[in-house]
């Protein structure tokens, strides 16, 4: 008896141990982004010798870089709106059931995640051009809905398989019918799965470049304006934009979850 | 009683209002006609979106000119894929591609396991979102930002080198850039969210009293991990793993801007075909399909193999 | 370090300075009675000055709309996707890239006769070999780039500078980068043959087996080299990080490090190298090709404004006397010796297929080697 709590501690202990290795090596570029943004040269990296606040309150100055910023979260957001529901809808469809196709339907549905970057812009470019979409923020969106939607289906599907069928059973016991069982048991259940997906959603459009630059119009979504910097060398400018803009999101997403917990109290 | 409770809610008010009934009833009528309106917009969708960019690429990949300068007449050919299996130059960043691909996969996996396994088993529930949120945070910072800080955190004066060498360890600075060694930290960088959200949501949902049944009948923590937590997290494992092997064979920007002289991987020789030498396309196109079969093929037998291991566990 | 301070401090002032001091020329408020409309730009960052641009905009009505790229690739990639109808009126092509963007029918030959300022470039630049092709002028040349040997000045000195051989020595091992594709003409310069390839244009066999050699030059060569690579931001980091101290590199991130205080010096090695310029094009189609002129003339006006795109993008000016609104600084960062300028080519674009058609699969052997 006394062993096994000794064991239960033993791998608690390595555990966290790993678990704070872990972000610390995820953490590190972080801290080092966030302090060459307070280097006074043109280039990021040691030694630092003089520091300067002008980097980051150049940011705020920088009109151009707050409406970026703007436009990639609209962008983000609303591409992620799109995916959620397409890849959860098809993940409804593709999770345990059998029809003829279903493999071929499974691999077409991930296809748009295999493509690598450069090949799925022009692709995307060529098709935009066929059906007709101008360059701008719908095609941006459109662009990464798509390309996201195989993420949705596929952290969707995992959860799904492991869904009772026996409570859906009750519930159509009880009459209700398909849709009211989905929206009732189903979806209550999905929801960890569907906000995973959404921030994984987020994430890749928010952080992506090569389709935004190909899809997109006059107006630089947040990595476009960065690459076009990028050009006259890494400076901390460029740590500072992206350091304003992490913290931005991160407000904006704190508030988002506040915003969200509190709707579902009132319902 | 079950009615009446029902009717006040909002989907009991959905249920009995007219038009939606109707609808319903028209829409369940068989299980057939069930599916096709479950199935048409999911079916519509793949074909349109998912399918018709593949498509044109596809068609791009085997003509003999694109973009189709004027007056210039565009013939079908196989010559683009013929050109792959024809000059052994490419074989090698291919398989490079596939095997690195590989690797950094099954390194995600060892160390996002426990990381994923501490957080859905022995953090509390309330805490949960907190540290997986924790976890989240850097991967806000666009890659190329990210790719940067991991080049002054490694590079010849970076900020390993400066601690090694305050600490006195070392007298001339370790190259740890431009290796497989950088490639490797700047990758599982980028591939550890993917496997981490799908491992957590396997092992989230695991119970735990499973766990303590069977230590209370004496399994060591191995025996329990590989009896009981593997085997019912093989699902998350295999997606996590399809995800992220599929990621990393497209990984462009970290691979070059990380890797070294001998690290080329196959994203470049594709990228190389639209940038140096504009009237490549469609050489480039036959290369990313060919890309694409061999990570289907991949993920298909990989996943094929893990549903046969769990049926196989099940017994 | 206090130096230093003052001089970003000074770069950020005068840019603004500048702006406010630009002269603003007569002609252009006379000319174009506020005609309106727009005009839209795909060039590179810093190549249209802030301070120009906001000018040009109250005195002709036309508003710019300038759209960033970072690469002549994805330049050509998006034109030709969006031809025959391109919502591009002015790109930003290299001199030597022009040959792919003519015969993809991308670029409109430029009537030179509407550029009243046509005159205010250099004629090295306007009037040299690449520049003319069919018959017409495709650009307006803006800025110049030219390859060079940097080096890290604390670690390598000025006359090992001198050769390429330095970059490819025991000495320097593991902490020498460049720029393969680049590389594989100067590696044909060093050889002693025509890096643009025009003089085999009749003699394929020739010009394969030279490409060959420095093929197998760079193969050879291949575990003394720390880091192929692409960009100049890479170069610099490099450079920052001592993961390097010397390689070959363009002329523009170069002056960026050494404008920041870094000791880096740079030269055109005896073997010689090669330089490109960029010029302003007007697209096949243009939707507004009239205001496109009138910002290619507004642009040409006055040799200052070359001076502010040469102290924000480390270019070197293609406008008469612009190095006179230069500091000391920028004129070390941007100017060589005459006898090292001596050593220069320009790149050629005629032979182009075939030596790309030879180098890229080279590059890509390199690589895989």
Redesign the interface.
Known sequence: MNDRVELFRGNRIFLSCVYWAFVLYVFVPLILMVLMGFKDSKFIGFPIRSWTLEWYTGVFADAEVLSTFGYSVAIAVLSTLISVIVGTWIAVLLEGRKFTGRGVTFGLTVLPALVPGIISAIAFRIYARYLGIEPGMGAIVWAHAVHNVPFVVLVVMARLSTLPKSQIEAARDLGADPLIAFARITLPYLVPAILGASIFCLLLSFDDFVRSFFLGGYEPTLPVLIFAKLRSGMSPEINAIATVALILTAVIGVWAERFTRRMNKES | MAEETSDRTFWGRLASWGPYHAMMRLATASPRRQFVVLAAFPILWILTQHLGPMLQMLRVSLTDAYPVAPGVEQHFTLENYARFFGDSIFWMPFFRTLIFAGVFTFCTLIITYPVAYFLARHVSRKNQMLFLLLLLIPFWVGEIVRTYAIMILLGNTGAVNLALKTLGLIDRPIPFMYTSFSMGVGIVYLTALYMLLPLYSALEKLPKSMNEAAADLGAGAWTRFRRVSLPLTIEGISSGCTLVFLISTGFYATPVLLGGPSTTVFAETIAGFFHVAGDEWPTGAAFATIMFMAALIITTVFQKLMNALRKGEKK | ?TK??LN?RRFLGTAAATGAALASPAYLRRASAQSGGEV?IWT???FVPEAFKEQFEAETGIKV???????Q??Q???L????PNP?VDIMTVAGHRFL?FI???LLAPLDTDRLTNWNKINPTFSESDWSTINGNKWGAPILSGMEVLSYNSEIVSEEEALTWDTLFSEKYK?QTAYII?DMMSIVMLMKGYDGNMVAYLDDPDKAAEIVEEAKQFLIEK?PL????Y?????F???M????IVLGHSWNG?AA??I????PLGMAIPREGSYGFVYTYNIANNAPNADNAYTFLDAILSSPEIGAAMTK???FISTYKDASNYLTDLEKKSTSFPDEQLANLQFFRAEANEMK??LV??A???I??A
Do not use: C
């Not at chain 3, 080299?225 to 192929?228: D, H, P």
């Not at chain 3, 920052?240 to 993961?243: A, I, S, Y």
């Open positions: 370090m230093l301070i970003r839209n590179y960052n810093n709309n300038v759209r960033l790229v970072d690469d690739g994805k050509f990639n998006l030709a996707a969006e031809q919502t792919q015969d993809s029918e593991g594709q291949k080299v720390r880091k192929y692409d960009g100049g931001a890479e610099q980091q490099m920052v990080n001592q993961d991130p960026a490090l404008n920041d205080g870094f924000a993008s480390g790309y058609g890229d699969p590059v890509e052997a690589k895989a």
